[in-house]
Antibody, heavy 113, light 111 residues
Framework: QLQLQESGPGLVKPSETLSLTCTVS??????????WGWIRQPPGKGLEWIGS???????YYNPSLKSRVTISVDTSKNQFSLKLSSVTAADTAVYYC?????WGQGTLVTVSS | DVVMTQSPLSLPVTLGQPASISCRSS???????????LNWFQQRPGQSPRRLIY???NRDSGVPDRFSGSGSGTDFTLKISRVEAEDVGVYYC????????FGGGTKVEIK
C-alpha cells in the first residue's frame, strides 16, 4: 500500500511560485501504470483538480490553471512535484497529491504577504 | 468542461437507515476505451478524501459493502444501505473521462 506525503512551504508571498513535493513510500513510483496528480481544496470549499502526470510522461492540467502549473516526476527519488506560479490569495488551499486511490494527508499553503 | 452536479447538498440521515446521493454530468462519461471513469470519494471531518468507488460500481479494498455505486452515461448514484456514525462527512463524485472534475459535494450528517 502506497503512502504519500506532501512537503513544501506553508506560506508563499503573492506573485511568487508555490512549490510542493510528494514523496511516495511503500512502493516504487515507476513500477505502476498509475497517473500521479495534484488536487487542492480551499478552506471550507470543495475539491479542485490541478493536474496529472502519467507514467508516459504526458501531463494534463486544469485549463483554468494551465498557464501557471508545472507537474514533474523524479522516479529516482520516488517523488513528483507541483509548481504554481504567480500565486494570489485565491490559491490558498490544502494541496493533496494522489496516486489512484492513495492520497496524501494534504498540506495547507497560505498566500499572504 | 464537464460539470458534475451533486444532489442533495445536505443529507440528514437516521442511523441504520439508507442514504442515496445523486451525481449528474453535463456530458456522457463513457470513454472511447469503453470504460466509464466515475469515482466516489468520502471526506470525513479533518481528513483527506478517501476513494470508495471507482469506475461507477467497483468498491476499493477495505470499503464496507454497505456502500454501492451505480449508473451509466450521465446519471450516477452512491448508496449507503445502512448509515453508521462513521459515515458522517462530505461525499464527492469525480469524473476522469474528460480530464478530471469533481462534484460540489454532499454533506451527510446524522439526524
Amino acid at each position: 500500500q502506497l503512502q504519500l506525503q506532501e512537503s513544501g512551504p506553508g506560506l508563499v508571498k503573492p506573485s511568487e511560485t508555490l512549490s510542493l513535493t510528494c514523496t511516495v513510500s511503500g512502493g516504487s513510483i515507476s513500477s505502476s501504470s498509475y497517473y500521479w496528480g495534484w488536487i487542492r481544496q480551499p478552506p471550507g470549499k470543495g475539491l479542485e483538480w490541478i493536474g496529472s502526470i502519467y507514467y508516459s510522461g504526458s501531463t494534463y492540467y486544469n485549463p483554468s490553471l494551465k498557464s501557471r502549473v508545472t507537474i514533474s516526476v523524479d522516479t529516482s527519488k520516488n517523488q513528483f512535484s507541483l509548481k504554481l506560479s504567480s500565486v494570489t490569495a485565491a490559491d490558498t488551499a490544502v494541496y493533496y497529491c494522489a496516486i489512484g486511490q492513495f492520497w496524501g494527508q494534504g498540506t495547507l499553503v497560505t498566500v499572504s504577504s | 468542461d464537464v460539470v458534475m452536479t451533486q444532489s442533495p447538498l445536505s443529507l440528514p440521515v437516521t442511523l441504520g437507515q439508507p442514504a442515496s446521493i445523486s451525481c449528474r454530468s453535463s456530458q456522457s462519461l463513457v470513454h472511447s476505451d469503453g470504460n466509464t471513469y466515475l469515482n466516489w470519494f468520502q471526506q470525513r471531518p479533518g481528513q483527506s478524501p478517501r476513494r470508495l468507488i471507482y469506475k461507477v460500481s467497483n468498491r476499493d479494498s477495505g470499503v464496507p459493502d454497505r456502500f454501492s455505486g451505480s449508473g451509466s452515461g450521465t446519471d450516477f448514484t452512491l448508496k449507503i444501505s445502512r448509515v453508521e456514525a462513521e459515515d458522517v462527512g462530505v461525499y464527492y463524485c469525480m469524473q476522469g473521462t474528460h480530464w478530471l472534475t469533481f462534484g460540489g459535494g454532499t454533506k451527510v450528517e446524522i439526524k
